[in-house]
C-alpha cells in the first residue's frame, strides 16, 4: 500500500545505471545486457543513452542517426528505456537531431540528453523546438529531458536548471567540466580517489546533488575511467550515492553495469527493514511505531519509503 500522500517524496523512477552505447555494436550489445538487470515489475536496471555527440564519426551524423532511430523503433527495444544524446545547441546538427529523433521515433523515446548545457534560456529553448515537432507528428507525450553538466555557467544555474518542469535529471560530466576550469583543478580529479576529495569537485558534485533532489529529480554520476577495473565502478558509485546524493550513474563499459547496479541501489538488507517498518506503520494506521528498539514516524516513513521505491520493490 502507498503511504498517504503527505509523507511520501519519491524522485522520478529512472534506472539506476545509464549505458552509454556510441555505434550499433555496442547499441546492440547493451540491449541484450538491459534485459539481465531487472526489476519485478520488469522495467530494466539499465537505460541505455544513444550518443549523436561525441560517439557519431564527423561527417557520418547523418548514418549514425538513422541507425539509431532504427533501434529505437525496432522490436529490440523491448523496455522502452533507451533515450538519445544530441548534439549541443550550439552544433549546426542540434535541430536536426531533434526533429528527426522526435518526429522518427519519439513515441518510443525515454529521454532526451543535451549536453554543454548554459542556461535555463537554453533549455526551455530546446524544450520548445522539442514540442513543435511532436506537435508537427501528433505527438502527445512529454519526452523528458536530461541535461549533461559541464560548464561553470551550468554550476552557477544549477538550482534553476533543476526546477524546470522538463528536466528529470542532471548529469554530471565530470571531465568536460575540469577541462573548462582551464588547469586550476589537476588531470588527477579526473579519477579517483581525487574526484571525491578535492574541495572543488566536492563542492560542485554537493550542489548538483542538493539541486537535483530539492526539486525531486534526480542526479546522475559522471563516469569511471578505469574500465580495466570494474570493482572501481562499484567504490565510486557506492560513493556517490551514500556520500554525496547521486541516485544514478554512467557506464562506458558493459563490465561495470552489475557493479553500479550495486553501488546504486538498496541493499537487500536495506530493502527488508524498510518493508518492515513501513508494513508495521501501515497496521498502526501511520502513528508511531517501534522497530527493534527504535521509534519511526513519518519523518523516517519518507526515508523507508524511499528505499522501496529505489529497489523497485512493493510492500503487501
Known amino acids: 500500500m502507498t503511504p498517504p500522500l503527505d509523507i511520501t517524496h519519491t524522485p522520478p523512477r529512472v534506472a539506476p545505471c545509464e549505458h552509454i552505447a ?16 531487472l526489476r519485478s515489475d520488469g522495467t530494466s ?11 557519431a564519426p564527423v561527417g557520418q551524423e547523418d548514418s549514425l542517426r538513422a541507425t539509431f532511430i532504427g533501434l529505437v523503433n525496432s522490436e ?10 544530441i548534439h549541443a545547441s550550439t552544433s549546426p546538427h542540434f535541430e536536426k537531431d ?5 518526429t522518427r521515433a519519439g ?12 542556461s535555463t534560456r537554453e533549455v526551455s529553448w530546446a524544450a520548445g523546438v522539442i514540442e513543435h515537432y511532436a506537435k508537427r507528428t501528433g505527438l ?29 535529471t542532471l548529469d554530471f ?38 539541486a537535483a533532489l530539492s526539486h525531486n529529480k534526480i542526479a546522475n554520476h559522471n563516469v569511471t575511467v578505469d574500465v580495466r577495473n570494474p570493482a572501481q565502478a562499484f567504490e565510486d558509485a557506492y560513493k556517490a550515492r551514500h556520500e554525496l546524493g547521486f541516485l544514478r550513474m554512467w557506464s562506458i563499459h558493459p563490465e561495470q553495469i552489475p557493479h553500479i547496479i550495486r ?37 523516517s516513513y519518507r526515508y523507508y519509503w524511499g528505499i522501496i521505491s529505489q529497489s523497485g520493490s512493493t510492500t503487501r
Open 173 to 210: 560530466g565530470l571531465m568536460d567540466c575540469i577541462s573548462h576550469f582551464g588547469g586550476a583543478i589537476p588531470s588527477s580529479g579526473m579519477r579517483s580517489p581525487e574526484q571525491f576529495t578535492h574541495p572543488l569537485l566536492l563542492k560542485i558534485k554537493a550542489e548538483i546533488a542538493l
Open 98 to 102: 531533434i526533429e528527426e529523433v522526435v
Open 45 to 55: 536496471l539499465v537505460d541505455i543513452t544513444l550518443d549523436l555527440e561525441d560517439g
Open 107 to 118: 513515441a518510443f523515446l525515454a529521454y532526451i540528453t543535451i549536453p554543454k548545457v548554459t
Open 263 to 299: 553501488g546504486m541501489t538498496p541493499t537487500a538488507d536495506e530493502v527488508k527493514e524498510a518493508k518492515e517498518i513501513i508494513a508495521a506503520a501501515q497496521a498502526a494506521h501511520w502513528g508511531p511505531i517501534s522497530h527493534n528498539g527504535r521509534l519511526h514516524d513519518r519523518a
Open 76 to 85: 529490440r527495444n523491448i523496455h522502452k528505456q533507451i533515450g538519445v544524446r
Open 22 to 37: 556510441g555505434n550499433e555494436k555496442f547499441a546492440l550489445k547493451a540491449l541484450a545486457i538491459q534485459g539481465q538487470h
Open 140 to 168: 502527445e507525450r512529454h519526452i523528458p529531458l536530461h541535461l549533461l553538466i559541464e560548464t561553470p555557467e551550468a554550476i552557477e544555474a544549477i538550482h534553476n536548471l533543476a526546477a524546470h518542469p522538463t528536466v528529470e
